[in-house]
């Protein structure tokens, strides 16, 4: 646990740390004991969003907000909404944003309590409006239904996988996004299929990188992303190696995305986007 100021705090600090990312540049409150943990995973989708002036940036299934305030920090002219249906984990995000070391940012990040799944409607009213953000970003939950489940009710719920997560998700993804906006999520590599059947006609000229932890081991996720009515084609890009040959440090590349560096900026430049029904 870091020393930063948490203002404020409401619950005794065994209950929470306060975790430093991007080397300090930002923190995040994250409980202890229950729940979802940031770590690399969230570091490699925020570094997928790229841009050089004003963007609007959705993060679904937020959590705590570390995917997202990395975004916010690395770019100063991004405003992030933080997404969370679970009220624990709203309650983190909303202290993380309150950080006093998070100050630089917090004007530019809001968080709103919604479920992903909402339609319609419902969907408006919880705070999700239709084609307003550049980019939306997730992280969806990636354990299969006969995974062996944690004690923890919370971290089950947030990593259990439904049938159609990401054909729901990626649905709300494309209603709450700009036509030529960027999709941009972290799987696991068995879920590509199912990833590109959700894209459908909403998303096209996805760009697929295997993520392996060390040389010559079987990659353990993907990043993706798309376009929001593109019409350009599938890619497969060269794979990200995360650890070097001794199998403890990052990689360089690794290195300098987890710690706000750089963007793993796409390799298509996208076509004019079509209008596609969500």
Not at 221 to 232: D, F, W
Not at 262 to 275: D, E, F, Q, T
Request: charged share 25%.
């Amino acid at each position: 646990m870091s020393d930063v100021d948490f203002k404020g705090a409401d619950q005794a600090r065994d209950d929470f740390t306060v975790d430093a990312f991007h080397r300090g540049r930002f923190h995040v409150v994250q409980p202890r004991n229950e729940g979802h943990r940031s770590g690399i995973d969230a570091m490699l989708l925020a570094s997928l969003v790229a841009g050089d002036g004003p963007v609007s940036v959705a993060d679904l299934g937020a959590g705590a907000g570390a995917a997202g305030l990395a975004v916010a920090a690395r770019l100063p002219q991004a405003r992030v909404t933080l997404v969370e249906k679970f009220p624990v984990m709203a309650a983190y995000a909303r202290k993380s944003v309150d950080l006093t070391e998070n100050a630089f940012l917090a004007e530019r990040v809001n968080v709103i309590e919604a479920d992903v799944t909402l339609t319609g409607r419902a969907r408006v009213a919880a705070g999700l409006e239709d084609e307003v953000h550049d980019h939306v970003i997730i992280n969806p939950p990636f354990n299969n239904a006969g995974d062996r489940r944690t004690p923890d009710n919370l971290k089950a719920n947030a990593h259990a996988m439904t049938e159609d997560l990401f054909e729901v998700w990626l649905k709300t993804a494309g209603a709450i996004m700009k036509p030529g906006g960027q999709l941009s999520l972290i799987a696991r590599p068995e879920s590509v299929a199912d990833i590109l059947a959700a894209c459908g006609m909403r998303f096209g000229g996805v760009e697929i990188t295997p993520v392996h932890p060390r040389p010559g081991e079987d990659a353990t996720r993907i990043l993706v992303t798309a376009i929001k009515g593109s019409r350009a084609r599938l890619v497969f890009r060269a794979p990200l190696v995360v650890h070097g040959e001794d199998g403890h440090f990052f990689s360089p590349e690794v290195d300098d995305l987890n710690n706000g560096r750089a963007a793993y900026r796409r390799r298509i430049v996208s076509r004019s986007p079509r209008r596609t029904a969500v």
